[in-house]
């Protein structure tokens, strides 16, 4: 099992940034790819960075540029640097981690852009 806990979220104003981490309870080289996902009100979850194992990332089209996934082995944490934020922004972010196949996926910390 993998347990996941994020932290980082908060209130921020249009244009401002933030750092999200995700803290995994086992080490990386045992995970196969972590990802950051988001859910606005009323809207489904959605994917907005991955990360594998080889280190190749994605993102979705709406925060390429903007959003940047990293990883630190050595601490076992997830990274997920936002800049420059908008209003549709907001959401509740989520870790995820796949293991064997298995998908395992953290609490989620509240992230609002708004002035």
């Known amino acids: 099992q993998v347990q996941l806990v994020e932290s980082g979220g908060g209130l921020v104003q249009p244009g401002g940034s933030l750092r999200l981490s995700c803290a995994a309870s086992?080490?990386?080289?045992?995970?196969?790819?972590m990802g950051w996902y988001r859910q606005a009100p009323g809207k489904q979850r959605e994917l907005v960075a991955v990360i594998a194992g080889g280190g190749s990332t994605n993102y979705a089209d709406s925060v390429r540029g903007r959003f940047t996934i990293s990883g630190d082995n050595a601490k076992n944490t997830l990274y997920l640097q936002m800049h420059s934020l908008k209003p549709e922004d907001t959401a509740v972010y989520y870790c995820?981690?796949?293991?064997?196949?298995?998908?395992?996926w953290g609490q989620g910390t509240q992230v609002t852009v708004s002035s």
């Open positions: 086992r080490s990386f080289f045992s995970i196969a790819t």
């Open positions: 995820k981690a796949t293991r064997l196949g298995d998908e395992y």
